[in-house]
Each structure stands twice: as structure tokens, then as C-alpha cells.
């Protein structure tokens, strides 16, 4: 069975395996109900440098595409997990939340009318990647805790992906077959500069938000650091910890009192970059690579809106500095995501 549709179907597993341990729990002695393993909620996200979502840019070249599906979880395991991470004293009664994922990414080089890229442009490349994580947070700081692992190359079906919308020529010589895995820590702070705050609701009326962010990736496709400060201003801001994207899913527990509102963002990231197998290339067997820069700079802006207590739709353009020598092109992509939270 190709590695691809292991992944696919280990997530269909777990789509039918969760509800029966959800049923297990419920059926269980356990008075309280934060002790019920449950779903709160799930989302889409999508990355792509096209014109329909990137109407400032849309060459379509290097990062050029990613999708994401998660589902959201609390209680049960979750809760027990998240009591078991370090340091939990820092947090005032801190609450827990967590989820299954999985994402395809698609790199190409920046013309992908070539039949044979020349070997100083990024390499076709494709990861496929399914994820678990776990996030404890309180009113003003929110822990995430993530362990993905996946497969680079043909089985990542990237080039089906891509061929289906494009007709890009390159692909035969795309990065082999790979296993790879990572684990990536972020915290994020959150600090209000106006407006009526309302602890994890988020701001009543008219607020402004700061949340400054660190976390870092160790493991066999990326291994970098990165820091962010994030901007946020407008009406009725929810209780979460910012906007979401391929590469940061946001806040996987719902607003306890969600409202209409929306608000505007600006977002600073700044990345060192010690491996990026992309660029790299594979670990084991020769495969094509270019000279990456170690240090990338991303600037974003965007629109969030929430609409009543259940839904959240999301737009933001992200600009990406050069990732390798003779990059020599400033790229970007749009991401768009529909959130919903409810349980079950």
C-alpha cells in the first residue's frame, strides 16, 4: 500500500475510532463533564499563491500550495495529557484542548514550463503530514504541543494534487520517498492595549490586542526557530489567540461566548532555519538541493470575522523573503480558513 493512503487511511481510522472512545467516556462513572472526550469542532485551511486567493501575486512558484484538516477536541485524554506537560503553575486554572490533522504541501521551482528545472532553483517537492497535538492555556498564555509525522516525495501525492489545476512539466525529478517526522513546541502570549476585556470571551466592543509568539521545530523535515508579534484591532474580538494558517492552526477550543464581531491583523515572523528538507534534500539519497538562507523574514495582514457562536471565516496574504541563494523573487501566498465549533 503506497505510504500516501497509509496516512489517509490511518486518519479515517481515527475519524471512526474517536466517537466510540467519545461514547466510551460518556458511558463511563465520571461525574464531570470535562471528563467526556469530545469534538468541539473542526477546519479548513488552504495556502495558495493562485490569483482567486492571492490577487496581489499569482506566480505560481516555490511554496505554492498547502491544504489542512483538522478536527478539535477537549476532555478525556486530552485533559490528562495537557495536566502532564511541565511547568503547569505558570498557568491560572488552566484549560486543555487538542486535535488530529492532516496537510499535503507543495513546492516547484519557479518555472514549471521546464522539463528540467535548472539545479539552482528550488526542487519539485511534496509532504504529506499527519499531525496530533495538545494546547493548554489560560486567559492571557496558550501552550501548543505538536508531533506530526508523514512522508515527503511521490507518495505525498503532490504532483497529482498540482497537475489536477496545473499543467506543471518538472515533476519527474521531485524529491524521493521519505518518512519524516518533527515536534514543534509554540507559545503564545496574549496582552490587551484597549477595550473592555472579558478573560477568555476576548473583548467586549472595541478592543486592540498585542500577542507576541516563540516556538521552535525539531525533526527530519524542519529544524528551526522562530519568534512573531502579531497586531490585532476591531469589534468583539474573540477569546482565541490569533488567526490561523497552514503552519500555526490557532486555538482548537472554542469561545465560550461567541459573538459577531471581526477584526484586522498585522503580523511580524522572523525564522532561523537550521534544516528544511525541501531545500536540503533528501537525507539518504542523492537528490536535487540549492544553498538555503538561514534566516527568513514573513510579513502578513488579514481580516477575521465571527460570525455568532459557531463560525469563523478568515483571509490573509503573507509576503516570504528569500529562502535560497539566487531566490532572487519576493513571494507570496494567500491562506483562507473556515473554522466551526460545536460539540457533538
Not at 500516501?4 to 463511563?28: H, I
Request: proline share 5%; glycine share 12%.
Amino acid at each position: 500500500m503506497p505510504v500516501s493512503r497509509m496516512l489517509f487511511a490511518s486518519l479515517a481510522l481515527g475519524l471512526v475510532a474517536v466517537p466510540a472512545l467519545a461514547q466510551d467516556e460518556a458511558d463511563s462513572t465520571l461525574s464531570s463533564d470535562s471528563a467526556k472526550f469530545r469534538f468541539v469542532g473542526f477546519q479548513l485551511l488552504h495556502d495558495n499563491d493562485g490569483w482567486i486567493t492571492d490577487p496581489l501575486d499569482n506566480d505560481d512558484q516555490h511554496y505554492t500550495a498547502g491544504s489542512r484538516i483538522d478536527i478539535f477536541l477537549q476532555g478525556g485524554p486530552v485533559d490528562r495529557v495537557g495536566r502532564w506537560l511541565p511547568w503547569s503553575g505558570n498557568f491560572d486554572n488552566p484549560e486543555y484542548a487538542g486535535g488530529i490533522g492532516i496537510s499535503q504541501t507543495i513546492f516547484t521551482p519557479r518555472d514549471i514550463e521546464l522539463e528540467e528545472p535548472p539545479r539552482s532553483e528550488r526542487p519539485y517537492a511534496g509532504i504529506l503530514l499527519f499531525h496530533a497535538y495538545v494546547q493548554r492555556f489560560d486567559d492571557r498564555t496558550m501552550d501548543h504541543i505538536e508531533l506530526d509525522a508523514g512522508v515527503l516525495g511521490p507518495s505525498s501525492l503532490a504532483e497529482e494534487t498540482q497537475q489536477s489545476l496545473h499543467t506543471a512539466r518538472g515533476w519527474d525529478k521531485q524529491l524521493h520517498d521519505e518518512f519524516v517526522f518533527d515536534a514543534t513546541v509554540r507559545k503564545t502570549w496574549k496582552f490587551g492595549l484597549f477595550g473592555t476585556e472579558t478573560g477568555r470571551t476576548g473583548v467586549d466592543g472595541w478592543g486592540i490586542e498585542l500577542l507576541p509568539q516563540a516556538g521552535g521545530t525539531l525533526g527530519t523535515a524542519y529544524r528551526n526557530a522562530h519568534a512573531q508579534l502579531l497586531f490585532r484591532a476591531g469589534y468583539n474580538i474573540p477569546g482565541d489567540f490569533g488567526p490561523r494558517r497552514v503552519f500555526d492552526i490557532g486555538s482548537a477550543a472554542p469561545d465560550p461566548e461567541g459573538r459577531w464581531g471581526w477584526y484586522a491583523y498585522a503580523r511580524g515572523h522572523g525564522r532561523a532555519v537550521q534544516h528544511n528538507i525541501t531545500l536540503d534534500g533528501n537525507t539518504y539519497r542523492d537528490s536535487r538541493s540549492v544553498d538555503k538562507e538561514n534566516f527568513i523574514g514573513e510579513f502578513e495582514f488579514g481580516f477575521v470575522g465571527t460570525l455568532g457562536e459557531h463560525l469563523m471565516l478568515g483571509w490573509g496574504w503573507t509576503a516570504v523573503s528569500d529562502e535560497y541563494e539566487n531566490d532572487n523573487s519576493l513571494d507570496s501566498y494567500a491562506t483562507v480558513s473556515v473554522t466551526a465549533h460545536f460539540e457533538f
